[in-house]
Nanobody
């Protein structure tokens, strides 16, 4: 059974940092490209960051220079370090897995497995 479980969300003041984690199980992690998406109330789900099976990364323009995606293949774990958080970063954050090789930009429809999400709330 495939499972993606996110953790690390919470409430933080603007300018602060959070580190999200996603633990994967039930499939061959190294064969997949991994990504973080987010969805704010009333908005469409958008790609935030990607790391493909070869370790190449891609980011949304709105988070470049502030967010860093990384992974630990030995632990089947994906991370998102979020620094200099802004009010507009408030959203539910999801990790997702897509079989094979993916490049930025990404679409949610290209991803096979999803976590349940973790809420990030940034306040002033």
């Amino acid at each position: 059974q495939v499972q993606l479980v996110e953790s690390g969300g919470g409430s933080v003041q603007a300018g602060g940092s959070l580190r999200l984690a996603c633990t994967a199980s039930g499939y061959s992690y190294s064969s997949y490209s991994m990504a973080w998406f987010r969805q704010a109330p009333g908005k469409e789900r958008e790609g935030v960051a990607l790391i493909n099976k070869y370790g190449a990364t891609g980011y949304a323009d709105s988070v470049k220079g502030r967010f860093t995606i990384s992974q630990n293949n030995g632990k089947n774990a994906l991370y998102l370090q979020m620094n200099s958080l802004k009010l507009e970063d408030t959203a539910m954050y999801y990790c997702a897995a897509a079989y094979g090789f993916r490049l930025w930009p990404i679409r949610s429809t290209a991803f096979d497995y999803w976590g349940q999400g973790t809420q990030v709330t940034v306040s002033s």
